[in-house]
């Protein structure tokens, strides 16, 4: 008897666990995406800046790693925000600067504050930061539920077909903000051009998910 109590004690307190979890990701939905959005997005630019580092002399390699230190404690420092701001102000990194700014921004939840930070970034020349530039624009308008700007900026992206950037993951991003706006079709055929194109990449994978979910919802 007492062996069937407990189990009925631990199988209750088991409900009453995941049930105080799913709440809880229920209230905190928003943050919890916004933050895992800042991880990838953080994630994929520092790929790209060890890429860049690679091929730069060592001052400007200092430089590179002074922005990213900035960047990486100005949660717990703010004021290394402001010197972060003021390095980016001008000089060849300036660009990067107002990229990893956008990012502290986003991940604080201020997007308007982000959107300006992205401004400031010169179009010329079309390298990797500036498609990290625009992806994270359009991440941004995502968020706004700015579907229709979001997309118009993936798409511009796909058009320039830029050698340097993960083109599976604008795609994807671009199909997730048509299926966000209620465009399945159009989202469908997105999610289906990355199976075909990047069947092996991790977007592929998730492509094929989405897109089954998709076609069982008609």
């Known amino acids: 008897m007492k062996k069937v109590v407990k189990k009925q004690l631990k199988g209750d307190e088991f409900v009453s666990t995941m049930t105080k979890i799913w709440r809880f990701l229920q209230v905190r939905t928003k943050e919890i995406v916004i933050g895992v959005a ?11 800046i060890r890429f860049i580092r690679a091929q730069r002399i060592r001052k400007e ?16 420092k703010p004021e290394n925000l402001a010197a972060l701001e003021k390095i980016s102000g001008s000089g ?5 600067g107002h990229i990893l700014t956008a990012t502290y921004w986003v991940e604080k939840g201020d997007l308007e504050k982000a959107k300006e930070s992205l401004g400031k970034i ?5 390298d990797f930061i500036y498609f990290q530039a ?3 624009l359009a991440q941004v308008s995502a968020m706004q539920k700015d579907y229709d700007q979001a997309i118009a900026i993936y798409t511009k992206i796909e058009e320039a077909k830029p050698k340097d950037y993960c083109l599976d993951a604008v795609l994807f991003h671009k199909a997730e903000a048509l299926e966000a706006k209620g465009s399945k079709p159009e989202a469908l055929a997105v999610y289906k051009k990355i199976q075909e194109q990047f069947p092996q990449s991790y977007y592929g994978y998730d492509a094929a998910e989405r897109a089954r979910k998709i076609e069982a919802a008609k």
């Open 92 to 96: 060849k990194y300036a660009r990067l």
């Open 122 to 126: 010169r179009p010329s020349p079309q």
């Open 134 to 136: 625009r992806d994270l």
């Open 38 to 48: 800042v991880v990838v997005f953080i994630g994929l630019l520092y790929t790209g």
């Open 61 to 76: 390699s200092r430089l590179i790693s002074q922005l990213l230190e900035l960047r990486s404690t100005s949660n717990a």
